[in-house]
């Protein structure tokens, strides 16, 4: 019909510039009518291709040889020149036919590598969003069916041995061993022929369009080594655009891979870490109160006949060692609380300068001969906390402060309105210290992390700072520490403030 329609529309157009130029402009140069059907011609070959643009180059050489050569209405031609004006028209109509056809279908195929790079540039887009290998796997087929506008994409991968559809259904590759009748039938044989022919075409060396009819079979390669296959249903793609798609798709589940792999490295070094770190604390933090316990109970049991001062010397130790190990203790389970999400904040308005008041008191008491210097503004306004667990906070860094500090040095606690926020209050430990290393100021704030300066001169178990930053975050705040070598260490947390 769309031919017919054609052949109909160009016979028109031919008999409309015969009579175009027979009766409204019979004194036309015979040029002029060539060039015209020549036009006619170009348009035809640019439009709907050679095939037609011969057909009418054709008949338009003899519509011009029969209206507009003399003699007039005959094909005899009497002078030779327009022999070789009919034959260079001919010639020329077909060539030009050829040139504006084989510039329709260049622009065609630009056209259509166009479209294919565009696919190929959101396919890349998507396939960097999932991060395990299994989702990207899932992900794969429906993404590659939505680019390329096919209605059935299926994957093999070889190292799981298994088929992925594009609508996120997996289906497990056939045993290697025969099937009971019973368990045979349609859907089992159309698996085992759609896994045959993916690992036909994974074993491909080259990219090969299919023929018409059937689905693109892609090999996918990770280096030389054969590791999958794409099936693509009623989708005809250049051989570019496989190789592309054959190495964008191996590109990403092999980072995608990479990525999980380096994931499980950092997460064994990291649990390897953490072990490492709680064993030194056990070892150096619970053994110490316990072979003080230890030592002072077997005095008392060993020498029944100590006097009354000996005796409470020995159950000084053992209550202050008890003490000890209970904090530790207290510490460890308070830890595992927060990272579990399992403690539950009052969070209500109430004014920090008796927190910090009540905080510094216990500290004094537990230290009495230091100096700790608090600035704190008439004016602060209440904060939403939960006076318990900031408590805790503020005693960590002061007895943090207070421990690697010289004894002869202040420590200074001050509290304001954050600069550059209108709904949070800083507070702020500072003291004179050793100071921290750049690369370990934020290290110090993980799990059992101790500076490498310190541990080994002053005992501690890792798990203040922890605490407190897990404390302030569960605030809605923040906790950091700016610190200079030599010059001390200043630890700042944040509150929000509470809403009138």
Same mark, same amino acid.
């Given at each position: 019909m769309i031919d017919a329609g054609r052949w109909l529309v160009i016979a028109n157009g031919l008999a409309g510039i015969v009579a175009l130029y027979r009766h409204f402009f019979p004194a036309a140069n015979p040029t002029t009518v060539a060039l015209t059907? *020549?036009?006619?011609? *170009? !348009? *035809? %070959? %640019?439009?709907?291709? *050679?095939?037609y643009a011969v057909v009418a180059s054709i008949a338009a050489t003899a519509l011009f040889n029969y209206f507009f050569l003399p003699p007039i209405d005959t094909f005899t031609i009497a002078d030779t020149q327009n022999w070789v004006a009919l034959f260079a028209f001919l010639g020329t109509a077909i060539f030009a036919s050829h040139l504006s056809n084989r510039i329709r279908e260049e622009t065609d195929d630009a056209n259509c590598r166009r479209r294919e790079a565009e696919m190929l540039y959101r396919l890349g887009r998507q396939l960097l969003q999932p991060e395990s290998v299994a989702e990207l796997l899932n992900f794969i087929p429906s993404s590659v069916a939505t680019a390329f506008n096919s209605p059935s994409v299926t994957l093999y991968v070889a190292d799981r041995d298994r088929i992925y559809l594009s609508d996120s259904r997996r289906i497990s590759a056939p045993s290697t061993t025969p099937p009971t009748p019973a368990a045979t039938g349609n859907s089992d044989t159309n698996r085992a022929a759609i896994v045959r022919e993916l690992r036909e075409a994974m074993l491909q060396p080259l990219f090969r369009p299919a023929p018409d009819g059937h689905p693109t079979a892609i090999p996918l390669h990770i280096g030389v080594r054969p590791s999958g296959a794409l099936l693509l249903e009623a989708t005809t793609l250049s051989r570019e655009t496989m190789e592309a798609l054959s190495g964008l798709v191996s590109m990403s589940i092999e980072r995608a891979d990479a990525l999980e792999n380096s994931a499980r490295s950092e997460a064994a070094q990291e649990s390897e870490r953490l072990r490492t770190a709680l064993l030194d604390s056990v070892t150096h933090e619970l053994r110490t109160p316990l072979t003080s316990i230890k030592a002072s109970v077997t005095a008392l049991i060993s020498q029944p006949a100590l006097d009354d001062p000996a005796r409470a010397d020995l159950l000084t130790v053992i209550d202050e060692e008890s003490d000890r190990l209970n904090h530790l203790i207290e510490q460890a389970v308070e830890m595992a609380?927060?990272?579990a999400n399992k403690v539950h904040l009052e969070l209500r308005p109430q004014p920090i300068a008796p927190l910090i008041q009540a905080a510094v008191a216990e500290?004094? %008491?537990a230290h009495p001969g230091r100096d700790l210097r608090v600035s704190l503004s008439a004016t602060l306004p209440n904060v939403l906390a939960d006076a318990a667990w900031i408590h805790k906070v503020l005693t960590n860094l002061l007895e943090n402060a207070v421990k690697y500090s010289p004894v002869n040095q202040p420590i200074f606690v001050a509290a304001d309105r954050q600069a550059g926020s209108s709904n949070l209050l800083a507070v702020s430990v500072a003291d004179r210290g050793a100071g921290i290393d750049p690369f370990?100021?934020?290290?110090i704030f993980d799990k059992f992390y101790r500076g490498q300066g310190q541990r080994e001169r002053i005992s501690g178990t890792g798990m203040g700072l922890p605490i407190s930053r897990a404390i302030v975050a569960a605030h809605g705040g923040a906790i950091s520490v700016t610190s200079q070598i030599g010059h001390g260490? !200043? +630890?700042? +947390?944040t509150l929000p403030l509470a809403r009138p």
């Amino acid at each position: 019909m769309i031919d017919a329609g054609r052949w109909l529309v160009i016979a028109n157009g031919l008999a409309g510039i015969v009579a175009l130029y027979r009766h409204f402009f019979p004194a036309a140069n015979p040029t002029t009518v060539a060039l015209t059907l *020549l036009l006619l011609i *170009l !348009v *035809l %070959a %640019a439009n709907w291709g *050679l095939r037609y643009a011969v057909v009418a180059s054709i008949a338009a050489t003899a519509l011009f040889n029969y209206f507009f050569l003399p003699p007039i209405d005959t094909f005899t031609i009497a002078d030779t020149q327009n022999w070789v004006a009919l034959f260079a028209f001919l010639g020329t109509a077909i060539f030009a036919s050829h040139l504006s056809n084989r510039i329709r279908e260049e622009t065609d195929d630009a056209n259509c590598r166009r479209r294919e790079a565009e696919m190929l540039y959101r396919l890349g887009r998507q396939l960097l969003q999932p991060e395990s290998v299994a989702e990207l796997l899932n992900f794969i087929p429906s993404s590659v069916a939505t680019a390329f506008n096919s209605p059935s994409v299926t994957l093999y991968v070889a190292d799981r041995d298994r088929i992925y559809l594009s609508d996120s259904r997996r289906i497990s590759a056939p045993s290697t061993t025969p099937p009971t009748p019973a368990a045979t039938g349609n859907s089992d044989t159309n698996r085992a022929a759609i896994v045959r022919e993916l690992r036909e075409a994974m074993l491909q060396p080259l990219f090969r369009p299919a023929p018409d009819g059937h689905p693109t079979a892609i090999p996918l390669h990770i280096g030389v080594r054969p590791s999958g296959a794409l099936l693509l249903e009623a989708t005809t793609l250049s051989r570019e655009t496989m190789e592309a798609l054959s190495g964008l798709v191996s590109m990403s589940i092999e980072r995608a891979d990479a990525l999980e792999n380096s994931a499980r490295s950092e997460a064994a070094q990291e649990s390897e870490r953490l072990r490492t770190a709680l064993l030194d604390s056990v070892t150096h933090e619970l053994r110490t109160p316990l072979t003080s316990i230890k030592a002072s109970v077997t005095a008392l049991i060993s020498q029944p006949a100590l006097d009354d001062p000996a005796r409470a010397d020995l159950l000084t130790v053992i209550d202050e060692e008890s003490d000890r190990l209970n904090h530790l203790i207290e510490q460890a389970v308070e830890m595992a609380q927060l990272d579990a999400n399992k403690v539950h904040l009052e969070l209500r308005p109430q004014p920090i300068a008796p927190l910090i008041q009540a905080a510094v008191a216990e500290c004094l %008491a537990a230290h009495p001969g230091r100096d700790l210097r608090v600035s704190l503004s008439a004016t602060l306004p209440n904060v939403l906390a939960d006076a318990a667990w900031i408590h805790k906070v503020l005693t960590n860094l002061l007895e943090n402060a207070v421990k690697y500090s010289p004894v002869n040095q202040p420590i200074f606690v001050a509290a304001d309105r954050q600069a550059g926020s209108s709904n949070l209050l800083a507070v702020s430990v500072a003291d004179r210290g050793a100071g921290i290393d750049p690369f370990e100021q934020e290290m110090i704030f993980d799990k059992f992390y101790r500076g490498q300066g310190q541990r080994e001169r002053i005992s501690g178990t890792g798990m203040g700072l922890p605490i407190s930053r897990a404390i302030v975050a569960a605030h809605g705040g923040a906790i950091s520490v700016t610190s200079q070598i030599g010059h001390g260490s !200043v +630890f700042t +947390f944040t509150l929000p403030l509470a809403r009138p």
